[in-house]
């Protein structure tokens, strides 16, 4: 059973969802989404900044469960939102700056897009968000249910990982049949996945995506070979095939 839910968001992401989703937005659990919502504060440092800056809300359909914790975590997950959408802003930027395109102008053609009021999020306030990811900041993360570390939806991740994250569920997205049986989730073949994306897009070793996901080396490598088999040896795969999967943001929007 799942109920409606209004989970605080920014203004920001607010029209992005707008734009992207049907009210109420129901989650899969290949959805870009899906994990933020299972994220809990591990401190209190950011707990201003997310109450100053969710003031708005998004209906979603949720278990009784993910109720609970988005009335409990709700401006922390919303902010958490928020940092997803900012990341993929920048990954779009990142774009731009490679084809040596005007910064503001994509900023100002991305706003209009989603409907993004200049007064609810100031361009110059993310002119210099381009410019802080541009010096290079690690990434940071987060604790998720079970206790394993995870790939957070955080502002200062890697460009190369946050448009392997985005490519992952739109590549989901675009395919939901294969990844689901029935009305459940495969969640196996979305590990295989979700592995071989990653190290794919990014060019991170076997070593270096199992740090990231958590888990061993021999189980990463495994999951990445047996993706590997899957789309030499399943037609059904092919659209996931290195040559097609989304190296730049462009790309990937472009998928929607």
Request: glycine share 4%; aromatic share 10%.
């Amino acid at each position: 059973m799942r109920i409606e839910v209004h989970v605080p968001v920014s203004k920001f992401s607010a029209a992005i969802l707008r734009a992207r989703e049907e009210f109420p937005v129901r989650l899969h659990r290949g959805h870009l989404l899906h994990r933020t919502l299972r994220v809990k504060p591990t401190d209190h440092t950011d707990d201003l900044i997310a109450y100053n800056m969710v003031t708005a809300s998004v209906p979603f359909m949720l278990t009784p469960s993910i109720a609970a914790r988005v009335k409990k975590y709700g401006a922390f997950i919303g902010y958490h939102i928020h940092k997803i959408h900012v990341a993929e802003l920048m990954s779009y930027l990142e774009c731009a700056h490679d084809k040596q395109l005007p910064i503001q102008a994509e900023l100002r053609n991305y706003y209009n897009k989603y409907d993004i009021s200049y007064e609810d999020f100031d361009l110059e306030h993310m002119s210099r968000q381009w410019r802080r990811i541009k010096q290079g900041k690690s990434a940071t993360f987060m604790q998720l249910d079970g206790g394993k570390v995870a790939i957070p939806p955080h502002t200062y991740m890697t460009l190369p990982v946050r448009h392997a994250i985005t490519a992952l569920h739109l590549i989901v997205s675009a395919q939901p049949s294969l990844y689901y049986q029935g009305d459940r989730f495969d969640q196996r073949l979305y590990r295989y996945l979700e592995s071989w994306v990653l190290h794919q897009i990014t060019d991170m070793t076997a070593t270096q995506v199992a740090e990231h996901l958590g888990y061993h080396k021999s189980t990463i490598s495994r999951r990445i070979a047996t993706m590997n088999n899957l789309i030499e040896m399943d037609e059904r795969f092919a659209t996931v095939a290195s040559d097609d999967l989304p190296q730049s943001m462009d790309t990937v929007l472009a998928m929607r």
